[in-house]
């Protein structure tokens, strides 16, 4: 049986390459712009792990039955239906029919939510698929075409339309609370990312910030939805997807990116995208 939406997704599907059924997965990245990834992915057979990323991730199923564990619930999301992953939380993806499936996602760095909020709580979106009676048809319009270049204009749009959507379905409403030292933090957050294969120390982030360690590590996580350990792992794996992309052996890159040996870089790769680095650049399109 096909689960096909009459109109929800139509217009992206018809993007999608020949060939989606084959086994195995396809990967293909769009353009992007500081803080913001598009990707198309189509599976079938094999699916994704169980993984976590830092940044908020809002895609859309094209075709097939996208299936998922998340927070204890297994998920449906049908063709034409979006789906909401906060920072942080593990997840799979696995097909729900034979026949596979696609979709296209934007991921969206936490910090970029913060300056559109001006350092209210990060939304939480407690039901993570959402009908296509409750689709913003402005946001799909941002995956029609994910090769189109993202100016600065574009990505400030493209980030209010994804803001728009969590604060919309968001739990989380505005509460009285301690204000966050978000420029303080930020500098803690631009000090692990100006390069990330350097360890910092807690008296770094002290200094570098002038909180102490429990306010850094508390408000962190509440600013940017992860902590700083994971952050600065997840831009080592940024790296390391970088060098992979541009064919450096797999011991090389978890060289360049800071990782303890090959095996380190493929356990932290696998835990973040669900995939092995093998089997990742195996799937690039």
């Known amino acids: 049986m096909r689960h096909e939406s009459p109109d929800g997704g139509a217009g992206l599907r018809r993007h999608l390459p020949d060939g989606g059924t084959r086994p195995g997965h396809r990967l293909r990245f769009g353009s992007g712009a500081a803080g913001i990834e598009r990707l198309e992915a ?20 094209l075709r097939g039955v996208q299936t998922f564990r998340y927070r204890g619930e297994q998920r449906h999301c049908l063709p034409g239906e979006w789906h909401v992953l906060h920072p942080d939380e593990p997840h799979d993806g696995v097909a729900g029919t034979d026949e596979g499936f696609a979709y ?28 296509r009676r409750d689709a913003d048809p ?34 989380v409403r505005p509460g009285r609370r301690a204000p966050l030292a978000l420029e303080a933090l930020a500098r803690v957050r631009d000090l692990i990312a100006g390069d990330p294969t350097v360890r910092r120390t807690l008296a770094e982030f002290e200094q570098v910030s002038g909180l102490d360690r429990w306010t850094v590590a508390r408000q962190f996580r509440d600013a940017f939805g992860t902590s700083p350990t994971r952050f600065r792992t997840m831009r080592q794996l940024d790296l390391a997807r970088l060098l992979l992309r541009d064919g450096v052996p797999l011991a090389e890159a978890a060289q360049l990116a800071g990782f303890a040996d090959q095996a380190h870089m493929s356990r932290m790769f696998k835990r973040a995208y669900g995939l092995t680095p093998a089997k990742w650049t195996a799937a690039l399109a």
């Open 42 to 61: 189509s599976l079938t057979g094999e699916g994704f792990a169980t993984h976590r990323h830092d940044t908020y991730a809002i895609g859309m199923t």
């Open 104 to 131: 296209r996602i934007v991921y969206l760095d936490p910090s970029l939510v913060q300056d559109a909020l001006g350092g209210a709580p990060l939304p939480f979106v407690a039901d993570p698929v959402i009908g």
């Open 138 to 171: 402005a946001l799909a319009a941002c995956l029609r075409d994910i090769d189109e270049p993202l100016g600065e204009v574009e990505r400030l749009t493209l980030t209010l339309r994804v803001v728009r959507t969590l604060v919309r379905h968001s739990s």
